[in-house]
């Protein structure tokens, strides 16, 4: 019962990798206008957030000033976060299917860096925005560090259980070759009382 429950929920796995998918496909079908307002107001809330905490005072017109110098880096950081998140949705799933190792970096790297090629060849359709190599350089930097975490930390929380299922492992061939040793020593036995019985029967 508890194979058929997983056999169907395992698939859901790899929701968040679509719902991602969906994210990453709306902002990219936003105008260049409208995408590059909603990096702006992301860049001031960010300068207002570190003007509060650092107590620069600055004022707003110098605000808008560090926003409009830092709207690039957060427009290519936000680039490389929402594909390190992407990898990270798709290597998961991978991995409780079982894929590891090279395995697991080129098969996630190949659909996440195929739907970052993807979605630039999509903003050639949309107004005001077009594709860019450099993007996909940035965002395949996010997607390998993404893929990079979840094979550390998946080998680190499993670490437990591949102990375990070693031990056991180890306990289950010492009790084979312990099995074995009594039964040819039961053998050698009896071999020995026939041996014994045979020679009775002659004399």
């Known amino acids: 019962m508890n194979r058929v429950i997983l056999f169907f929920l395992k698939p859901l796995s790899f929701l968040p990798a679509l719902i991602m998918m969906y994210a990453i496909y709306s902002f990219s079908a936003q105008s260049g206008t409208d995408s590059g307002n909603l990096s702006y107001e992301i860049s001031v809330q960010i300068v207002q957030i ?11 017109w110098e605000i808008e000033e560090v926003a409009t110098n830092i709207e690039y880096y957060v427009r290519k950081a936000a680039h490389m976060t929402e594909y390190f998140l992407l990898a990270i949705a798709v ?19 190949f659909i996440c860096v195929g739907f970052a090629c993807g979605d630039e060849y999509h903003q050639s359709f949309v107004d005001g925005r077009g594709p860019s190599i450099r993007d996909v350089c940035i965002d395949s930097i996010g997607i390998f560090t993404g893929i990079y975490v979840v094979r550390i930390v998946c080998w680190t929380l499993l670490a437990p259980a591949r102990m375990i299922a070693r031990h056991n492992e180890r306990v289950r061939r010492r009790r084979a070759r312990e099995e074995r040793r009594t039964a040819q020593h039961r053998g050698r036995r009896h071999l020995s009382t026939l041996e014994k019985e045979g020679k009775r029967h002659i004399y």
């Open 91 to 109: 290597s998961f799933p991978l991995y409780v299917y079982g894929v590891r190792g090279i395995w697991l970096l080129l098969l996630a790297g």
């Open 50 to 60: 570190g003007n509060q905490v650092l107590d620069k005072g600055y004022e707003d």
